[in-house]
């Protein structure tokens, strides 16, 4: 399932998966910019008044209706975040031509009606409706306070902001309160055009039209201008010389240790399968280190799992426990990976982790939307290896491998959210 790809105009790509394995066709449309603070909460708010309404569609209702009419095609607008960019992403489902009774190109449709969304949004005098702005300001001022209800994923975020203070990649992608209030219309028209006349423009298809189908299309439906964009580049942290712990306090029953880690191996210097295949063994699987060791044998935390950012170079570990047990689980996980240094990795471990990452390797490629996925990640470092690519260079890699991986992680910030009077 390999990917082809067809540059349609100077900072313009069409990146095509051409297979019969869906019914679907699945396509989008990403613009990546540098990820700031300035301009995050100017695009993660434009993604949401976008889909309001059109020129020809003014209305959410009309929208809607005329989705409805091209077989339930799925639209949608939101913003992603890939190691230090901004990902403005416009998304686009629909059944393949092939399906429709009525003969009707589903997709031909599709991309139409999007090319309505992104280059023809409903204005009023000149500017966003300012009633579409202000309710979604609303949502969104709601949905970034909101966060805060998943306490795991916010003392992931809390971490990932300490310990990449003053980088680009501690920056929330969704947009922050103060920011998202000081937006109007017209200020938010000059962050949608500067979007569109600067950001790098990446195209995705999975489904079963060809390269040379896909690009006479977006000849015809996606005519963006050339431009000298390149890829913003995500800096790797320099490996900390000590950690550091911060605590915070909230009115929570089970308390959530977030452990952030440095490490070299990353996408961009082709070294990632090495780090993929350790963190399979250390937290990322059901028979890894952690959750066999921490949560069952020691009953020390009621989940413990390990997440790797192949294009910053981190890696995440994730428990909830009680308070009594922060340092014992602390020192569990450290005593873990200390372990894996010495080389104590037996053979039956080591396939296990193999199976479990081939089988992971493999079930994205039963979804288009993961399979794009994949490739989104990877584009901007110049690697287009496959998810098949990535199973044969995981087989490559050898127990020493792994050490050597264990060896260079290095501990940077402890972030410890426990039960307290602080709301």
Not at 133 to 157: H, P, W
Not at 178 to 203: F, G, N
Request: glycine share 6%; with cysteine.
């Amino acid at each position: 399932m390999n990917l082809c790809r067809t540059q349609l105009k100077q900072g313009v790509a069409l990146n095509t998966v051409t297979t019969d394995r869906f019914k679907t066709a699945f396509f989008t449309v990403n613009l990546f910019v540098p990820l700031r603070k300035e301009t995050a909460s100017a695009y993660s708010l434009l993604t949401d008044v976008l889909m309001r309404g059109t020129e020809s569609y003014p209305t959410m209702q009309a929208l809607n209706q005329k989705q409805d009419m091209l077989y339930s095609l799925g639209l949608g607008a939101f913003v992603q975040k890939k190691g230090e960019a901004q990902v403005v992403t416009f998304e686009l489902t629909a059944i393949d031509d092939s399906f429709a009774f009525d003969g009707m190109a589903i997709l031909a449709e599709g991309m139409k009606l999007m090319q309505e969304l992104i280059f023809r949004p409903y204005l009023e005098n000149g500017l966003f409706k300012a009633d579409y702005v202000e309710q979604e300001k609303k949502n969104l001022i709601d949905d970034i306070r909101g966060r805060i209800n998943n306490k795991t994923a916010y003392a992931r975020s809390r971490c990932v902001e300490i310990m990449c203070q003053g980088e680009p990649y501690a920056v929330d992608h969704g947009g922050n309160v103060e920011d998202v209030e000081v937006l109007t219309p017209a200020s938010l028209l000059e962050a949608y055009r500067t979007l569109l006349a600067s950001a790098r423009v990446e195209i995705f298809y999975v489904g079963r039209k060809s390269a040379e189908e896909l690009t006479a299309l977006c000849g015809t439906y996606l005519n963006f201008d050339p431009r000298d964009a390149a890829f913003p580049v995500t800096v790797p942290g320099a490996l900390p010389e000590s950690s550091r712990t911060v605590t915070e306090q909230m009115r929570i029953s089970q308390c959530k240790l977030t452990m952030g880690f440095r490490t070299e191996y990353v996408l961009q210097n082709g070294n990632f399968p090495s780090m993929a295949l350790f963190n399979e063994i250390f937290g990322g699987a059901p028979t890894s280190r952690l959750f066999m060791n921490v949560r069952e044998k020691q009953s020390l935390c009621y989940y413990c799992s390990s997440f790797p950012d192949g294009l910053k170079g981190l890696l995440m570990v994730v428990s909830g426990i009680e308070q009594k047990n922060k340092e014992k689980t602390l020192n569990a996980i450290l005593e873990q990976l200390e372990d894996l240094k010495q080389g104590n990795i037996s053979d039956e471990e080591l396939e296990n982790a193999r199976r479990s990452l081939r089988n992971g390797y493999r079930e994205i490629t039963d979804s288009p939307a993961a399979i794009a996925s994949w490739y989104l990640g990877r584009i901007s470092t110049g690697r287009y290896d496959s998810p098949e690519d990535a199973i044969a260079a995981m087989e490559r890699i050898t127990k020493e491998d792994v050490v050597t991986v264990a060896g260079s992680v290095r501990l940077d910030t402890v972030y410890f959210l426990e039960g307290g009077e602080q709301a």
